[in-house]
């Protein structure tokens, strides 16, 4: 069968992808020059917004199952607790998920890997991309296979092919930001005595350490910045006189380690005709909040619907210039937070100052004392703000929901979604010309019966709301206007499912 999509990179981002394109029908190819799904742990935070895809795609739970809630933050200082962040149930009521999961990126991606085989799709690894070109006809490629030269021919290509991404190179796409100076030490290592199930961050006289739980190794993960005076090839025994008293462990075995330097970057385009970028070749930044992968991941949810619309004849070819809209306002934005959070932390030179004169007398309490404040942090890490309400397909407003924001969760207005497909939502009564417009486009209607539960959410009595396949709302429309509707699929010329 002819590919109609080449991905290149079988890391997080191109894997999700995948998974996505052909859960829709979509024939894929994935390439990877790697031989196996990677052995480094990286990513270990998996936010909600991540699960939250995952169970439209069906494989949440698995994904929970593996992991780590994390219930707590503690912050120590010369091997004692000297303060905790509750962060059990931290976004109660907004989200399914309401944690955040410890999961490491290796086990992550053998998931992956084995959720794309159910599809019928496997990863063609030891094949590297070494070169391609685009004409209005699609997209010629030439992969190397153990040595071995042969072309690929494709409708789309997607270079999910990391911060050093050949695709992006051979567009001859910027990749303006910076690289900061200190060098990033991380390692996953077992410690004497029981095993620690939270996040704890150790803040020294001039370094700080994080600790998390790996649990499928009952390891623990240690992330850092090295010493200015770190030698040149550093390994843990560098750290170890350092780390062991700081943190109170004893360390029995070293499993990984590893050094890097971190990046903010964003490419200049994120589409070129008929190649994307999504992933870490599109945007790196520091790793402050652990939104890296996420971002990957909410990338390819974005995209792998517009690409099958486009496929599928289900809309104009305007709907593939949203993903770049959409996509890489977040990504920008995201570089700036996790900078300011990232130079708070690392500029300060001494941990202990930043400790005593801030986090301690001022963060830590209001995060403790007030439920709101532990919401508006969750609201922030776990992507469920991310919105698009500049994007050509957002509009409206019904109660505090706007044209581009996440529909919002209320128990249980997420089981239709996993159509993966667009659907009309009305939370509370339908009027019969909505319900008439909805049939004569085709357009799947889910009614549910107004509750206090759907007003705390931000949705509004008889409100109704057009939910595009990632989950976000199109349209927000107070009264149910059947006229607004009706414009936005001929003017993207949508063809909605009666099927799904
Ligand atoms: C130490 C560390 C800790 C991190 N912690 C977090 C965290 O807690 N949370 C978080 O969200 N993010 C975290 N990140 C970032 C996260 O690891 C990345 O954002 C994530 O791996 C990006 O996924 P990706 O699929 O876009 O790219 P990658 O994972 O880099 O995958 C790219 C793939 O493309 C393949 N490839 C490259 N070039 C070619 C080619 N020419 N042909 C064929 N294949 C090719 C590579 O072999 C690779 O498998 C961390 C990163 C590091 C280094």
């Known amino acids: 069968m002819a590919t109609h999509v080449l991905i290149v990179g079988a890391g997080p981002t191109g894997l999700v992808l995948a998974i996505a394109l052909a859960r829709r029908g979509i024939v894929v190819r994935i390439i990877d020059k790697n031989s196996a799904p990677g052995l480094a742990s990286r990513a270990m935070a998996v936010h909600a917004r991540t699960l939250e895809f995952y169970r439209q795609l069906g494989f949440a739970d698995a994904v929970i199952n593996q992991g780590i809630k994390i219930d707590a933050i503690h912050l120590r200082e010369h091997g004692a607790d000297i303060a905790e962040l509750p962060f059990k149930d931290i976004g109660a009521g907004l989200s399914p998920y309401p944690f955040v999961l410890s999961y ?7 998931l992956l890997t084995a959720q794309l085989k159910a599809e019928g799709v496997e990863v063609e690894w030891n094949t590297e991309l070494e070169s391609f070109t685009q004409d209005d006809w699609g997209v010629r490629a030439v992969l190397d296979t153990d040595g071995e030269r042969h072309t690929s021919s494709s409708v789309y290509l997607c270079g999910c092919d990391g911060s050093r991404s050949r695709v992006r190179e051979s567009l001859k796409l910027e990749f303006t930001g910076g690289t900061y100076q200190h060098l990033y030490y991380v390692a996953d290592v077992e ?10 961050g150790h803040l020294g006289a001039n370094t700080f350490a994080l600790m998390l739980p790996v649990r499928s190794r009952g390891m623990q993960r240690l992330i850092g910045i090295l010493p200015a005076n770190a030698p040149e090839h550093p390994t843990f025994e560098t750290m170890r006189p350092i780390l062991e008293p700081l943190l109170g462990i004893r360390v029995e075995q070293v499993n990984w380690f590893s050094t890097y330097r971190v990046h903010h970057r964003v490419a200049s385009r994120f589409r070129v005709d008929r190649c994307f970028l999504a992933g870490d070749a599109a945007h790196i930044h520091s790793p402050a909040g652990g939104q890296g992968m996420n971002t990957g991941i909410g990338d390819a949810i974005n995209l792998a ?3 099958a619309h486009s496929l ?9 210039d949203t993903y770049e809209a ?23 030179g001494t941990g202990g100052q930043l400790l005593r ?20 942090l969750f609201k922030t890490l776990s992507q469920v703000m991310i919105h698009y309400p500049d994007s050509p397909l957002s509009g409206g407003r019904a109660g505090e929901v706007i044209g581009g924001d996440r529909l919002p969760w209320v128990p249980d207005n997420f089981t239709p979604l996993q159509t ?23 357009l799947p209607l889910h009614a549910f019966a107004w509750s206090e539960a759907a007003g705390q959410a931000g949705l509004l009595e008889d409100a109704a709301y ?4 990632d989950m976000h709302v199109a349209l927000a429309l107070p009264r149910q206007e059947t006229d607004v509707l009706q414009e936005l699929a001929a003017r993207l010329q949508l063809r909605f499912s009666c099927n799904s």
């Open 305 to 307: 619907w517009k690409i």
């Open 191 to 200: 410690t004497a005595g029981p095993p620690n199930r939270d996040l704890v």
């Open 326 to 348: 959409e996509r890489i306002v977040f990504a920008r934005k995201l570089v700036i937070t996790t900078d300011r959070a990232f130079q708070l932390i690392v500029s300060q």
């Open 312 to 320: 599928q004849g289900r809309a104009d070819q305007a709907l593939l």
């Open 357 to 376: 004169s801030w986090l301690l007398p001022h963060v830590f309490p209001v995060l403790s004392g007030f439920a709101l404040a532990r919401r508006t």
């Open 104 to 110: 490491p990126q290796d086990d992550h991606e053998r």
């Open 420 to 442: 993966l497909d667009w659907q009309l939502h009305v939370y509370g009564k339908t009027d019969p010309l909505l319900a008439a417009a909805a049939h004569a486009l085709c």
């Open 466 to 469: 057009l939910v595009r396949p």
